[in-house]
């Protein structure tokens, strides 16, 4: 089943920078222990476009109150399963910013101790270049759950050569954070 769960009202605010290009990086997580803080409001940027719930439990949306806003969107997922999310580089106005827009695929990190893992697998972006485009995440089914809090994180980018903000654009990184639920069992 597919619902509408963020609407361009909610997105955040994002700036230009040519070095959002070069991908994640541990050192630039986000601290596990952040507060609660209100969203940004939306100029333009990186915006997830819809809420999937999966089949099998998975879903996106809101991040849980905890993180403050230190991400600006959370995927809930279980242990062996994949989850895809679509999203889209937008205007200020709501619209579908007109370009060539490559998504950046990044590495994922535990964000209790900053290592990369593959525990969690940013599988890349279908279509790139595209806008929108859909991020999809591979869990193994060895992760265990976090709790109901983010356990994960990964930087998500995009860049453009033709965008109407000039050649070399890029967007900011912006952390989506990644909680893993306990696995669903059958017959209950």
């Known amino acids: 089943m597919r619902f509408n769960f963020v609407s ?3 997105a955040l605010l994002v700036s230009a920078s040519l070095a959002a290009c070069s991908g994640a990086n541990p050192s630039t997580l986000p601290a596990a222990s952040q507060q609660a803080a209100p969203l940004r409001q939306h100029v333009s940027g990186i915006v997830p476009i819809h809420g999937f719930r999966m089949d099998d439990g998975n879903f996106g949306g809101s991040c849980p109150t905890s993180t403050g ?3 600006i969107y959370c995927y809930y997922v279980q242990p062996g399963t994949t989850f895809s999310q679509e ?3 937008e205007t200020p106005s709501g ?5 060539n827009w490559h998504w950046r695929k990044a590495h994922v990190f535990n964000v209790a101790t900053g290592a990369q893992t593959n525990k969690i ?9 595209g806008n929108p485009s859909t991020n999809t995440v591979s869990v193994s089914a060895v992760v265990a759950p976090t709790g109901g809090t983010v356990g994960y994180t990964f930087n998500i980018s995009v ?11 890029c967007d900011t990184p912006n952390a989506v954070g990644i909680v893993v639920l306990p696995p669903t069992t059958s017959g209950s």
Do not use: D, M
Not at 95 to 99: A, N
Not at 121 to 129: A, C, H, I
Not at 159 to 169: D, F, K, L, R, V
């Open 8 to 10: 361009g009202g909610a």
């Open 69 to 71: 806003s230190a991400y």
């Open 87 to 89: 999203w889209e580089e």
């Open 95 to 99: 619209g579908v910013e007109p370009g």
């Open 121 to 129: 697998r940013n599988l890349g972006w279908s279509p790139t270049p």
């Open 159 to 169: 860049c453009s050569n033709n965008s109407p903000h000039g050649p070399g654009y």
